[in-house]
């Protein structure tokens, strides 16, 4: 065996950040498209559910705005349904793939992996959306004035990005807890209704109201809302008060998050596994 | 890289414990997994850890690489202390887990090792270099580019090795590493951890295959629930049973029957057989040496035949089973 060219390593936190997201993002794209089963959830579903409601809806209303509305509300819905499906995906595909101990055992946070592939499976939302905003546009004609275009372009990449650290934190509790598929399932539906991506928010159940303020993409789906959606007229805020709140809270999440993971890995070394629960 | 004046690895009162929790939570079951072991290794051995299955050997191995806790005693790998120096001691060390687990099946062999000389911080500019240079090592250059899911056994077992080196790690573990490969890809695997020693590597291996562990390893620890119970060469572990020879016996048609008949007889110490295939091979161990061989043609039962016999030294077989079996 001759001998391997000599190595340096990657220099500095930021540097080694940035090459671990990089990793953990291209694998999982390239795992996710090594898998056609990707196409069901995340082309097709989307696909006929906003046909659906198109064909439902667009003889009733006259105004475009009610068509941009629905375009919103279910690309909003993919976002979610991707970054719960990510979340349990995340760190929970290595459990069943059996690269949980090779994962483990790598000289970084686990927190840093998870959040490469919770960003990738999120972007995959974002891309969805896209998705039902160009079916809307072309074969719809729906009318897309923003009304704000650069607010909307910004609240939808920090919705994005709010998305990915509820993502990471859900990832954890999963990890934590023994029923994850069962949690990730139940939470969908109460999600979509509580941030308001099926309905603004003001119409919930005053019940629904604090559950759904926690949430930081209820925040950043009403700045995306005031940004496109002419007159439109939803929570007692604007947009600078809608976007710093879900700026705050994203935060929370990330702080909640790590700390979790600290948790986690801990847990991991007392038991020497975390595969089986 | 500079090495550390101590030894590579350094064990002392190294224990263990696991706790099974029932249903509700309440502790079910305590299982004392190591019980107190100690031993060191130098920079540039190859040492082995045998001992059968349950001893403890890939909880040594959890608890050396950082990713179990001891519950007491004291682990030194490199210097660098397990319960604290989480990373820096993971940077310098590589593992290879035995069996199917801990590739990603769907991509190929050069993404898998891209992916892991990423998260151990390997330089792109040198990951690019070293990636072609390790498949090349391995023999998988012509099918790197291939899904790792269509590969054999033996190949998936030698990406492994692969992974375990893009960091070009210092000190390297090696948990049953030919567990499940044919003679051939077996031998691959040893050929390359021999290789691995000869440019310097500190290499610790578990086996439950005596002669791989008598061919590679310089130094043995034969560890038995929980407890090392002998740390020699192999030559000096072997020596403990100089006062048997072996009778080994092919035979044709030979049952279960005849073994136990065999374990009657005065003088023999144990009796292994293997009759699961077409010719059975029995071993005898007997401090009488040749003078048994009347008594054993004796034992045979009708029908049964001894194609083949001949008197052997004891290998380093015969002194594990009598150690493990005290
Ligand atoms: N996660 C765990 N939870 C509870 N008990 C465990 C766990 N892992 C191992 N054990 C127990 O600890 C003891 C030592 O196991 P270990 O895996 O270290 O043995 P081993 O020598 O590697 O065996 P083998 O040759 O079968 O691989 C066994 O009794 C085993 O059942
Ligand atoms: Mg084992």
């Not at chain 2, 050997?57 to 120096?85: C, E, F, N």
Request: proline share 5%; hydrophobic share 45%; aromatic share 10%.
């Amino acid at each position: 065996m001759h001998e391997l060219t000599p190595g340096k390593q990657t220099q500095g936190r930021v540097g080694r950040v940035i090459q671990v997201l990089r990793a953990s993002v291209f694998l999982t794209s390239k795992l996710f498209f090594a898998d056609p089963q990707w196409l069901i959830p995340n082309i097709i579903a989307p696909f006929i559910f906003t046909l659906v409601a198109f064909f439902l809806f667009s003889g009733q209303t006259s105004g475009s705005s009610f068509l941009l509305y629905l375009v919103l509300g279910s690309g909003l819905m993919g976002m979610w349904g991707t970054t719960i499906y990510a979340s349990a995906n995340s760190i929970g595909f290595d459990r069943w793939n059996g690269t949980m101990e090779s994962t483990l055992a790598a000289p970084i946070p686990l927190s840093w992996i998870a959040l490469g592939r919770v960003l990738f499976n999120t972007l995959q939302g974002v891309l969805n959306a896209v998705f039902i905003l160009v079916i809307g546009l072309v074969w719809f004609r729906v009318g897309f004035t923003l009304v704000n275009p650069p607010a909307f372009f910004f609240a939808s990449i920090m919705t994005f990005l709010s998305l990915s650290a509820f993502g990471l934190l859900m990832t954890t509790i999963l990890l934590l807890s023994r029923k994850g598929g069962f949690i990730t399932n139940s939470m969908e539906i109460p999600v979509y209704i509580a941030t308001g991506t099926m309905f603004p928010v003001i119409l919930l159940p005053v019940v629904y109201l604090p559950f759904a303020f926690m949430l930081a993409p209820t925040w950043g789906i009403e700045a995306i809302r005031l940004a496109a959606l002419p007159g439109y007229v939803g929570l007692p805020t604007t947009y600078t008060v809608d976007m710093t709140i879900m700026v705050a809270e994203t935060f929370a999440y990330l702080a909640l998050a790590f700390f979790l993971f600290k948790r986690v890995e801990a847990y991991a070394k007392k038991m020497g596994t975390l595969e089986e629960y | 890289m500079q090495k550390p004046l101590g030894p590579a690895i350094s064990v002392k009162g190294l224990t263990r414990e696991y706790v099974t929790r029932n249903f509700f939570g309440g502790v079910a079951r305590t299982t004392s997994a190591l019980s107190g072991i100690d031993f060191e290794v130098a920079n540039g051995e190859l040492f082995g850890l045998i001992g059968p299955n349950g001893a403890g050997k890939t909880t040594t191995i959890k608890i050396l690489t950082t990713l179990l806790t001891p519950t007491g005693g004291d682990a030194r790998i490199l210097g660098l202390d397990v319960r604290k120096d989480l990373y820096e001691i993971r940077r310098r060390i590589g593992i290879v887990f035995g069996g199917e687990r801990g590739l990603y099946n769907r991509v190929s062999a050069v993404d898998n090792l891209r992916y892991f000389s990423d998260l151990y911080g390997v330089d792109s500019s040198v990951a690019r270099k070293r990636i072609p240079e390790l498949l090349e090592v391995v023999g998988l250059s012509d099918r790197a580019q291939e899904k790792v899911e269509k590969y054999s056994r033996g190949m998936k077992q030698r990406l492994h090795i692969a992974k375990a080196l893009v960091h070009d790690p210092e000190l390297i573990f090696l948990d049953e590493p030919t567990i499940g490969l044919d003679p051939g890809g077996a031998r691959d695997i040893r050929n390359m951890v021999r290789d691995l020693k000869a440019q310097g590597k500190t290499i610790l291996l578990t086996t439950h295959y005596m002669f791989e562990a008598e061919e590679l390893c310089q130094r043995i620890a034969v560890i038995s629930k929980g407890k090392i119970v002998a740390l020699d060469t192999p030559s000096e572990l072997k020596n403990m049973v100089r006062d048997i020879s072996v009778i080994e016996l092919r035979t044709f048609e030979a049952t279960m029957d005849y073994v136990e008949a065999l374990r009657k007889l005065p003088n023999v110490v144990r009796v292994v057989a293997d009759l699961d295939s077409e010719q059975q091979t029995i071993r005898v161990q007997t401090p009488l040496g040749a003078d048994l061989l009347p008594k054993v043609t004796a034992a045979l039962p009708a029908g049964a035949r001894i194609i083949d016999r001949t008197i052997k030294e004891p290998t380093l077989e015969d002194a594990y089973l009598r150690l493990v079996e005290e």
